[in-house]
């Protein structure tokens, strides 16, 4: 960390955080408003999708790079700026661990949520839905939850936003800012505030755990293998499931 606090908030600026999160927002939003005008239907829906689906994140991966090559070129690389580096062979070990122990963790906030606001009880927290969805269309989701979205999202809050947040206040601060800009960022497509509320409550808690795990490490890889590992149980769950 000795490189990232020789360099001033200069370098650190706020916009290095909010700028990728605004395009992924407002790729998001386009995706929507387009799809639901156009409304197309069988092999061009699915294509569409799928394209719909790469392009928000790789809009938000454009603007990584360009604001996050000069903040790496003054730390001696991603690595030292953003914890971002090669993976090691330790790394899936301490991912599927964190994603047991967050998973339980979520568990427990959510029962916690349900006893203390009744209005919740009986909601899924789920904000996927496989309903309806043309095979196609879950292999693309599946892609992207498991290998595209997990080594974006976490250069996003736990890389840039966390410490960029970290210049200006102390860890648990940022990462309870990073947490809930992150759970807030997955509830677009739940429809109602009960379940809105579970949800919430069940990413922040994630989200947190992974800032935790990212502290510990100073690394972004075992938190990329948390959240893959996340994803796909829950992308499972909702297959068995059948919603």
Not at 137 to 165: D, H
């Amino acid at each position: 960390m000795e490189p990232i606090r020789a360099l001033g908030n200069d370098v650190w600026r706020t916009r290095l955080a909010v700028l990728p999160i605004a395009a992924l927002v407002a790729m998001l939003v386009t995706e929507v408003l387009v799809m639901h005008a156009w409304r197309p239907r069988g092999t061009v829906h699915d294509v569409a999708f799928g394209i719909a689906s790469i392009l928000h994140y790789a809009a938000a991966v454009t603007v990584i790079l360009i604001l996050g090559a000069p903040v790496a070129r003054r730390c001696g690389g991603w690595f030292n700026a953003f914890g971002w580096g090669r993976p090691r062979w330790k790394d899936p070990l301490l991912g599927l661990g964190a994603a047991l122990g967050e998973y339980i963790a979520r568990i427990v906030a959510s029962i916690a949520v349900v006893i203390a606001i009744p209005a919740v009880r009986g909601v899924t927290e789920g904000n996927v839905s496989l309903a309806g969805r043309s095979t196609a269309q879950i292999v693309v989701l599946g892609i992207v939850a498991i290998v595209v979205a997990p080594p974006v999202e976490e250069l996003m809050f736990r890389g840039l936003l966390l410490r960029t947040a970290m210049r200006r206040m102390p860890f648990w601060p940022a990462a309870l800012l990073s947490s809930v800009c992150f759970a807030a960022l997955h509830l677009y497509e739940v429809h109602s505030v009960p379940a809105a509320t579970l949800l919430f409550v069940s990413v922040f808690v994630f989200g947190l755990g992974q800032c935790v795990l990212v502290r510990f490490t100073g690394r972004l890889n075992p938190g990329i293998a948390a959240h893959a590992v996340s994803n796909a149980a829950s992308l499972l769950i909702v297959l068995a499931s059948g919603r």
